[in-house]
């Protein structure tokens, strides 16, 4: 089986490639998939495609809509949803994205430092793991896709 894991939440660090660079190091049955992370496409996609707004909220509006059609699609296609909180940005959609998540009873694993654990005290509830590094993401995907359990399982 191919798991499907959606990488979600903060765009400016490359912790999506460090999960990606592990878990194929580890030789792990996996497909990711993530919002689009080119921060000017992703804002201004709704305009671009489908014209121009005067209003900034309309703008925002066509963008969130048309960023909701992926975001929905592969959240619910997912085995594993990883929502990563980064230390520069409130990152509201990734909390969105982790709502919607455990509303559909996926699995969830949340990405983010010690000092933010009391600002994500419900969405940590809500997750079966929370992880400080991607390093742990990628032992936790290696030990629940394949079993593995680095200094128990390699021989």
């Not at 000092?115 to 995907?141: F, G």
Request: with cysteine; proline share 2%.
């Amino acid at each position: 089986m191919t798991w499907s894991v959606y990488l979600s939440g903060e765009i400016h660090t490359d912790w999506r490639e460090t999960i990606a660079a592990g878990a194929r190091a580890a030789d792990l049955d996996v497909r990711f998939s993530a919002p689009v992370t080119d921060h000017a496409a992703s804002d201004d996609c709704g305009v671009a495609i489908l014209g121009a707004e005067g209003n900034k909220f309309w703008h925002d509006a066509k963008g969130a809509r048309l960023n909701a059609i992926r975001t929905r699609t592969l959240i619910e296609e997912a085995d594993i949803v990883v929502v990563r909180f980064g230390d520069k940005y409130k990152q509201w959609n990734a909390a969105f994205d982790a709502g919607y998540a455990a509303a559909l009873g996926k699995a969830i694993v949340v990405l983010h430092q010690p000092e933010h654990q009391h600002a994500l005290k419900e969405v940590d509830a809500a997750a079966l793991a929370v992880a400080e590094t991607p390093d742990q993401v990628v032992a936790i995907l290696r030990y629940v896709i394949d079993g593995k359990l680095a200094g128990y399982t390699d021989t």
